[in-house]
């Protein structure tokens, strides 16, 4: 995230090219990135796209481009997490391939995601879950053992609440931290020194991950105060705060004082803002509303986020408050 940001970038297609890549699969991301998608092709890059956020009319131009919200797609549920929509091209590609149900086995895996990416536990979310937490309470890789161990949590006794507020958050701390690869690194572990490592690391960025949300948190939750908190739509940025924790940060302050909130970092002459929103605002509609002060943004409803020249921030706060004076 300090590097790249979110969603498909030119250096890290580059670095995939130069790798010996020429297959891109994304993960909840792609959707709308049509550019970089371009980009990666002219560099002789296909891509495959899964994604779960609000797409545009017209999909990117890869290979494929799975997403349920798609206008013209007809599958039943729309609400699948990021990670249901990558299990679904691997039930595909397995029954394509001969290999039955061996799919089963990454349920534990689509648990995790599915609750820790907080999409609504209904329908085909709430069956992935119930039986995804069947198969990681049973599971037999040595990272997820660890997480769990180091999480003084019981192997057998997990539920939904455990991955909220334990498993996921760890696994997410590297991303936030330092590199996602640490967490990809645990999940793939072979032995068990190796997991026992990894996952004290992820331990220990989790734990400095918390002590720099609630620094930001105080800092970004002055600023809202003395602005006022009758305001319709809630900004706070500075330069320090560190894009690993606004999201969070926003999603603290929404909840508190019940107001669509955005929290920016400030870097150099751009501004990377993580937005949170309350059921009645539609903050990815008002961002579309405010697209031409934006570099690239995506999101959900209630979740987004975006890149801007740090010199239009004032311009976004003025019309983004008269747009949630209009619909709240």
Request: net charge negative; with cysteine; hydrophobic share 40%.
């Amino acid at each position: 995230r300090h590097d790249e940001g979110h969603g498909l970038n030119m250096p890290a297609l580059k670095g995939l090219r130069d790798q010996g890549a020429s297959l891109v699969v994304t993960v909840d991301c792609g959707i709308r990135e049509h550019s970089e998608i371009e980009q990666g092709r002219e560099m002789g890059l296909d891509f495959i796209v899964t994604d779960h956020h609000e797409t545009d009319d017209t999909p990117p131009p890869a290979l494929a481009a799975i997403d349920p919200k798609r206008p013209d797609s007809t599958y039943p549920f729309t609400e699948l997490a990021g990670v249901g929509v990558a299990f679904k091209l691997l039930q595909a590609l397995f029954e394509a391939t001969g290999r039955g149900d061996e799919w089963e086995e990454s349920l534990d895996l689509v648990a995790l995601g599915t609750v820790t990416d907080m999409v609504p536990l209904r329908d085909e979310n709430r069956h992935l879950v119930k039986r995804g937490l069947e198969v990681l309470n049973d599971s037999q890789r040595l990272g997820v053992v660890e997480l769990v161990r180091s999480a003084n949590l019981e192997m057998g006794m997990l539920d939904e609440q455990n991955i909220a507020y334990a498993l996921g958050p760890r696994l997410n701390a590297s991303g936030r931290m330092d590199h996602a690869v640490t967490s990809y690194e645990l999940l793939m572990a072979t032995s068990r020194p190796e997991a026992r490592a990894l996952a004290a690391q992820l331990d220990s960025n989790n734990r400095e991950r918390q002590k720099l949300t609630a620094d930001v948190w105080a800092s970004a939750r002055e600023k809202v105060l003395r602005e006022g908190t009758d305001r319709p739509l809630l900004m706070a940025g500075e330069a320090v705060y560190p894009p690993g924790v606004v999201g969070v940060v926003a999603g603290k302050l929404a909840d508190e004082f019940y107001r669509p909130t955005i929290v920016l970092q400030l870097d150099g002459e751009n501004a990377r803002g993580s937005a949170r929103s309350i059921p009645e605002f539609d903050i990815l509609a008002a961002l579309t509303q405010c697209q031409d002060l934006l570099t690239r943004f995506g999101g959900h409803r209630q979740a987004a986020g975006f890149l801007m020249p740090r010199a239009r921030v004032d311009d976004l706060q003025r019309r983004l408050i008269e747009v949630a004076s209009r619909e709240l």
